[in-house]
């Protein structure tokens, strides 16, 4: 493990780069709809997951649980980790992270340059095995810190009080629906609880990906959307406003991801290609008046070894998703 900095008093400038993160209008002209999509991918370690890292470390030093021998130990599918990594590396705390050997080394490569230390599990990409072993470690060696993102109600309180409410302000009127995928469940949770505190008949729905459709009762199986549907429904999820939820094919979210890159020049990952089929689909059931919102949640950049940046990887043309599953 890289030495990191030792804990610093100053505030650490990063920080402040987190959050507030514009929201703009999609227009998808042979649909003949406007989406709304809040542009997480643009916060400073390149994801949604930075809202996180900065929520629970700067609670955890504020309470006196970071020690300056601390080390924040997390198990991850790369954006978390990268979060903890940059949040960490600013405010001086060792970190190491636990992730799946299927990962993209592209996660791997930031969170080392991050000066983190990087624990590989095999897992055929089940996290509950990483999750196991992360609280073992922290069993026997009290320096580490469990941030614990699958079950920290800090996450999904962290989304209603920061993230909804930017949403309910960028847009400024009522809000129809708001779509997007879950890894923990935490952004589901706690942007729904907002926007349906102010917009009590909006629809709240959950993006799974249709090979992996656990909300439809379905089995789990491998798909392509990296960073959501880790396999289980996490239990923040289960504290979320949900009205239902929408199937999207893995080949389907490329195939937006990549439009999302050559028509609106947006590099962002795979599930935001999945979040805007989930959320093309709301706004035809829904009709063209309906305001939509959904997240880019991370970078294009991150995915440059996986099926996103393999053009002979399996597209589709714009073969219909299945219908929203009431839940
Ligand atoms: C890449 C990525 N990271 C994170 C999230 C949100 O995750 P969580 O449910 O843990 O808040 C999403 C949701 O779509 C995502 O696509």
């Known amino acids: 493990m890289h030495p990191a900095a030792a804990p610093s008093a ?40 930075d809202r996180l890292a900065k929520m629970v470390l700067m609670d955890a030093k504020q309470r006196g649980l970071l020690k300056p021998d601390s080390i924040i130990l997390e198990c991850t599918s790369g954006n978390t ?34 000066g983190a ?39 999904a309180e962290d989304h209603e009080h920061t993230t909804g409410p930017e949403i ?13 995928g879950f890894g923990t469940g935490g952004t589901l949770a706690g942007c ?29 199986c491998c798909h392509f959307i990296e960073g959501v549907a880790d396999g289980f429904v996490p239990a923040l999820l289960r504290d979320a406003p949900l009205d239902g939820s929408i199937k999207v094919r893995s ?16 590099l962002v990952g795979t599930s935001s290609g999945a979040n805007l ?9 829904l009709g063209p008046q309906a305001t939509v919102v959904t997240l880019l949640c991370d970078r294009a950049e991150r995915y440059f070894s996986t099926a996103l940046f393999d053009d002979k990887s399996p597209t589709t043309t714009a073969t219909p998703t299945p219908p929203a599953t009431a839940k």
């Open 277 to 285: 089929v989930a959320a093309l689909q709301t706004a035809r059931e």
């Open 192 to 220: 729904g609880k907002a926007i349906k505190k102010r917009w009590p008949n909006a629809r709240i729905l959950a993006m799974e990906p249709a090979e992996q459709a656990l909300l439809a009762g379905e089995c789990p």
């Open 10 to 49: 100053l505030p650490a400038p990063v920080l402040n780069l987190i959050g507030n993160t514009p929201l703009i209008p999609l227009c998808f002209a042979p649909e003949g709809v406007t989406l709304h999509a809040k542009c997480e991918f643009l916060n400073p370690s390149g994801s949604i997951k």
């Open 81 to 114: 980790g990268i979060a903890l990594s940059m949040v960490g590396a600013a405010m001086g705390y060792r970190v190491a992270i636990l992730m799946s050997a299927s990962a993209s080394e592209e996660r791997r490569r930031l969170i080392r340059r991050l």
């Open 251 to 266: 080949a389907d979210a490329l195939t937006m991801a990549r439009r999302l890159h050559r028509e609106f020049g947006l």
């Open 168 to 180: 309910l302000r960028q847009i400024g009127g009522p809000i129809h629906a708001f779509v997007t």
């Open 117 to 155: 230390e990087l624990i590989l599990f095999d897992s055929g990409g089940m996290y509950q095995t990483g999750i196991k072993l992360s609280q073992q470690m922290a069993a026997e060696d009290p320096r580490y810190f469990l941030p614990r993102q699958f079950e920290n109600p800090l996450n």
